[in-house]
């Protein structure tokens, strides 16, 4: 029976865009709610402020990671543009220039040659782009996956701390959507982690640290608005 390990590295793309996009839902809707509310706005204005920034931010999050990706797909793209027309025009030299990244790994040189030989024939782009370039099929470029994690999740995650907003009202407001979106980031960083099979404190604590320093400026900044126009 052949032993099989499972393996995270696959998910690296769509959790990186998903707990980005999360994150940045959580943090930024709430600083917003709380930046707001600590200038002593009206409530509906609040939520107005809030709801605002869930749809721009979700935009926002979508565009940005559909550029990034699509840029560093072009790169991915050209790579293999350029190691295409070098097999077209010296297969050799590629296939003595595998077998020599074979040896590095710790082949004999004469089976090295061999693994090249194999490899190349069956798929000779294939084999440079893995072990030459270090493009896989797991970790290539994926655009518009990775801009609709990232949408999703900040939608889902902007919407947290909205939803406690509508129900608080008052002197309240603030220090009950701030427990809450650090409980979230807590939840967000802790699953991340262990999705990840990273160390789950380490994770929680990460995203905490940022999401209550975040919190905290803009609740600065909302009652420094609040004094000057007082």
Known sequence: MVHSEIHRSHRVGWLRAAVL???????????????????????????????????AGAMSMA??????????????????????????????????ELAKI???RGLEPMLAKHVAEQLMAH?????????????TESISAQPV?????SAGAFTVGAALPLVV???VQGKLLIPVVAAFSLMFLVILGA????????????GAIRVTFWGALAMTL??????????VTS
Do not use: P
């Open 191 to 202: 699953t991340a982690a262990r999705v990840g099979g990273a160390s789950i404190i380490v």
């Open 102 to 104: 074979y040896e590095g």
């Open 21 to 55: 996009g999360a994150n940045d839902g959580i943090v930024s809707t709430a600083s917003l709610i709380i930046g707001v509310a600590a200038a002593n706005t009206a409530h509906e204005d609040i939520l107005l402020a809030g709801a605002a920034g869930l749809v």
């Open 123 to 135: 798929d000779a782009l294939g084999a440079h782009a893995r072990d030459d370039i270090g493009i």
């Open 218 to 227: 803009t609740a600065v900044v909302g009652r420094i608005f609040d004094v």
């Open 63 to 96: 565009a940005g990671e559909y550029v990034s990706v699509s840029s560093q797909l072009d790169t991915e793209n050209a790579d293999l543009a350029i190691e295409k027309k070098s097999l077209e025009q010296n297969f050799e030299s590629e296939k003595e």
């Open 145 to 149: 996956q990775a801009a609709l994690s």
């Open 165 to 167: 907003a509508w129900f």
